[in-house]
């Protein structure tokens, strides 16, 4: 069965610092992979999606994700963390027929600290 | 262009009760689904639908009905509200190509008391 894990928590890191948000999965086949953000209160926002071809994906706000299929990993890294980037983070695989269902971790949170 | 709306933003209901939860897209995406939030457990995926007249299960379908009949509406149906049904409700859509973005509604908060 697909599943993600994302074995932090709640990180805090400094303001200006870079930042690393771990995320592997579980998936039989090549696996649809994004990463959510949630402000509190707030919805979803898709940051990037990782479907085929250049493992190193760019997203909105500086993040960017790296696939790695040997390590079933698909990390979310900013090199510089802004206040507002405090939030909620979600690691999510694309499931059901052509990945439409998807299958998030628990979550992340980020405070970042002045 | 609306996106994804979702009627009502906040719902009070005692145990027992049945209410429904209505999503609507005005993007004519073929694929919408339905995740509850619970702190510490990120979103699970509690049904979903392929497009007008199709559904399936998710994660955690009990307690829950769907039906889809119409490619815009997608409502969430609670048969007989429990506590444990306590949660923030989203639904989503899609369009029809695997890369197409899934796009969120604004939630509902549902308590069950």
């Known amino acids: 069965a697909q599943s993600v894990t994302q074995p932090d928590i709640h990180i805090t890191v400094s303001e200006g610092a870079s930042l690393e948000l771990r995320c592997n999965y579980s998936?039989?086949?090549?696996?649809?992979l994004f990463w959510y953000v949630q402000s509190p209160g707030q919805g979803l926002q898709l940051l990037l999606k990782?479907?085929?071809?250049?493992?190193l994906v760019q997203g909105i706000k500086g993040f960017e994700a790296e696939f790695k299929r040997s390590q079933s990993s698909f990390n979310l890294r900013k090199p510089s963390v802004h206040w507002s980037d405090a939030a909620e983070y979600f690691c999510?695989?694309?499931?059901?027929?052509?990945?439409?269902?998807?299958?998030f971790g628990k979550g992340t949170t980020l405070s970042v600290s002045s | 262009n609306a996106g994804v709306t979702q009627t009502p933003k906040f719902q009070v209901l005692k145990t027992g009760q049945s209410m429904t939860l209505q999503c609507a897209q005005d993007?004519?995406?073929?694929?919408m689904s339905w995740y509850r939030q619970d702190p510490g457990m990120g979103l699970r995926l509690i049904h979903y639908?392929?497009?007008?007249?199709?559904?399936d299960q998710g994660e955690v379908p009990n307690g829950y009905n769907v039906s889809r009949s119409t490619t815009e509406d997608f409502p969430l149906r609670l048969l007989s509200a429990a506590p444990s049904q306590t949660s923030v409700y989203f639904c989503?859509?899609?369009?029809?190509?695997?890369?197409?973005?899934?796009?969120f509604g604004p939630g509902t908060r549902l308590l069950v008391l």
């Open positions: 639908s392929v497009g007008a007249g199709i559904t």
């Open positions: 989503a859509s899609r369009g029809l190509a695997a890369q197409e973005t899934q796009y």
């Open positions: 993007m004519n995406h073929e694929y």
């Open positions: 990782y479907f085929s071809g250049d493992t």
């Open positions: 999510a695989v694309g499931a059901g027929q052509a990945g439409t269902a998807l299958i």
């Open positions: 998936y039989g086949a090549t696996p649809y």
